[in-house]
């Protein structure tokens, strides 16, 4: 084995055959499992003023957030909180038809945004028809997502603190566990290739976005022989925000000799904190909030581009 081949472990991989290399530029399909960022939610609560039943505006409601969903906007049906962005869905009456109102408004009750959706028989959405209200629906998403892409977007653009407008602020806390000189080796060089990439890094914690902390654990290996000695070392690199969110983590699994680590780890250290750091920033640059980017054969197409997720308070 390659000693300075780091590789991400995912545990559902094992026994799938090559495994993605994300820390050598080559991340495969399973890159995206570097980062597990909890993404802001856009709250559904059943409509009171749509001029349907109790029975009738869950299913509405419920149908609104599958048809989010399926436009890449995280989406759930349910009362919203006071931090929440909700979607307040609303219908009137014209003649003999309902037609469906939307507005979109943020944690301190701000309107962001306002919407009509299309005309429905006012007879089928009075009865609370399945088929109808879904379609109602299915019609209104696309526009709802592209709006909540535009928002997200000015939300972002217009706060000076939003970490789309400037580099992210990170606090190695500790790495432990590592024998010999381990734990401060491999500090040092991780902090010295983050700054490399961009990331600030910072001394106190208040003035973190982000939290990292390393943890290595050391067992024998099943590989030993009586003419060779090894380990099993496993390296995981947890990402936290800085009110203790589990943000991502990256994993790196190595067979080692024991004289590799101790007393000092010298190269090893430098190969192990290099492809960390790449996968540490990724954890980071996956858990920032994206501008929402029309692209230019979208623009030119009249298609609209889909929002990552809702904006963030």
């Not at 980062?35 to 709250?43: E, F």
């Not at 979109?104 to 028989?121: F, H, L, R, W």
Request: proline content about 9%; glycine content about 8%; charged content about 15%.
């Amino acid at each position: 084995m390659n000693r300075y081949l780091f590789l991400l472990v995912p545990a559902l991989l094992v026994g799938c055959g090559t495994l993605p290399q994300p820390f050598l530029g080559r991340p495969g399909r399973e890159g995206a499992v570097l980062s597990v960022p909890p993404p802001p939610v856009l709250i559904i609560p059943p409509p009171h003023d749509a001029l349907l039943g109790n029975s009738a505006s869950h299913l509405y409601a419920n149908d609104l957030a599958k048809a989010l969903v399926a436009e890449d906007v995280p989406s759930i049906m349910r009362p919203a909180g006071k931090f929440d962005w909700r979607l307040i869905a609303r219908a009137k009456l014209s003649g003999d038809q309902v037609i469906p109102t939307f507005t979109i408004m943020g944690p301190t009750g701000k309107v962001y945004g306002q919407s009509t959706g299309a005309a429905v028989s006012g007879q089928a959405w009075s009865d609370g028809n399945a088929a109808t209200l879904n379609a109602a629906a299915t019609s209104a998403a696309p526009d709802l997502a592209q709006q909540l892409g535009t928002i997200n977007a000015s939300v972002q653009q217009s706060n000076p603190r939003s970490l789309e407008n400037r580099p992210a602020r990170a606090l190695l806390a500790q790495v432990s566990g590592a024998p010999g000189d381990g734990d401060h080796a491999l500090a040092l060089d991780v902090r010295r290739d983050l700054a490399q990439l961009g990331v600030v890094l910072v001394e106190h914690k208040q003035d973190a976005d982000f939290i990292i902390s390393g943890v290595v654990k050391v067992s024998p290996s099943p590989h030993q022989s009586a003419v060779s000695e090894s380990d099993i070392v496993e390296l995981d690199w947890l990402v936290h925000s800085q009110s203790g969110a589990f943000i991502g983590k990256v994993s790196q699994l190595h067979d080692l000799a024991p004289a590799q680590m101790a007393p000092y780890w010298g190269d090893v250290a430098v190969a192990a904190a290099q492809q960390a750091a790449l996968g540490i920033k990724q954890v980071i640059v996956n858990a920032i909030p994206k501008r929402a980017v029309v692209p230019l054969a979208a623009a030119t197409s009249g298609e609209s581009a889909k929002p990552v997720r809702p904006p963030a308070p």
